[in-house]
């Protein structure tokens, strides 16, 4: 599989698959369930899911718990990940390749994007923002690092793999039918149900 950035070649590897083991168990799908309980309260009729970059799937877990007849799909760029994502969901609704590569045939009632857009090479947001809304036919829920300009941040080691900017501002801006409808802060010091500092933003598609 051949790629356009060094970034999506190195979440497809062995750091990609490594990160597969730090992200999963019984307290991160808890967390996950207060999360989407929180960001989604607003949201209605979510019969059917998309979430871009969904590794082995404890986003969606959660919010089938949630809403258990939601039909769920994923795109997940690491072969180990996707299998175990197929676990999940399904092997025929998992898109095992890169977001950059994924054409939009359907729209779903939400599109999920979370801890994902941080780690995508800037120069093709604007793409990734296209696919986004092309997907939404209801929401668009977005949960990323929140900053009010565009700033890189070292990741583990590594340089220009983690970038931190106002990803939903961009998006409505971009997009003006994707309208503002909650928006909040899920802090790693919650002594409850902790979240990677993420800022959440549930946009609805309007005209």
């Given at each position: 599989?051949?790629?356009?950035?060094?970034?999506?070649?190195?979440?497809?590897?062995?750091?990609?698959?490594?990160?597969?083991?730090?992200?999963?168990?019984?307290?991160?799908?808890?967390?996950?369930?207060?999360?989407?309980?929180?960001?989604?309260?607003?949201a209605r009729g979510l019969a059917s899911c998309i979430e871009f970059g969904a590794n082995i799937g404890m986003n969606l877990r959660a919010l089938k718990l949630l809403h258990p007849g939601q039909q769920q799909y994923g795109i997940e760029i690491n072969p180990e990940a996707a299998r175990q994502l197929g676990e999940v969901v399904g092997p025929a609704n998992v898109?095992?390749?890169?977001?950059?590569?994924?054409?939009?045939?359907?729209?779903?009632?939400?599109?999920?994007?979370?801890?994902?857009?941080?780690?995508?090479?800037?120069?093709?947001?604007?793409?990734?923002?296209?696919?986004?809304?092309?997907?939404?036919?209801?929401?668009?829920?977005?949960?990323?690092?929140?900053?009010?300009?565009?700033?890189?941040?070292?990741?583990?080691?590594?340089?220009?793999?983690?970038?931190?900017?106002?990803?939903?501002?961009?998006?409505?801006?971009?997009?003006?039918?994707?309208?503002?409808?909650?928006?909040?802060?899920?802090?790693?010091?919650?002594?409850?149900?902790?979240?990677?500092?993420?800022?959440?933003?549930?946009?609805?598609?309007?005209?």
């Amino acid at each position: 599989m051949t790629f356009k950035t060094d970034q999506e070649a190195f979440w497809a590897g062995d750091f990609g698959t490594a990160y597969i083991d730090r992200n999963k168990g019984d307290a991160l799908l808890a967390s996950n369930l207060d999360f989407f309980a929180k960001a989604l309260r607003q949201a209605r009729g979510l019969a059917s899911c998309i979430e871009f970059g969904a590794n082995i799937g404890m986003n969606l877990r959660a919010l089938k718990l949630l809403h258990p007849g939601q039909q769920q799909y994923g795109i997940e760029i690491n072969p180990e990940a996707a299998r175990q994502l197929g676990e999940v969901v399904g092997p025929a609704n998992v898109m095992q390749q890169s977001i950059l590569d994924y054409q939009p045939s359907r729209t779903f009632d939400l599109v999920l994007i979370k801890g994902v857009l941080i780690h995508i090479n800037p120069d093709v947001l604007p793409d990734v923002y296209d696919r986004l809304v092309q997907s939404t036919g209801k929401y668009l829920l977005v949960g990323e690092y929140y900053n009010p300009a565009p700033v890189a941040i070292n990741y583990r080691g590594h340089s220009d793999r983690l970038f931190k900017r106002d990803f939903a501002g961009e998006i409505m801006e971009r997009h003006p039918n994707m309208q503002l409808v909650d928006y909040g802060f899920a802090y790693r010091r919650d002594p409850n149900f902790p979240q990677d500092d993420i800022t959440w933003f549930l946009m609805e598609k309007r005209g």
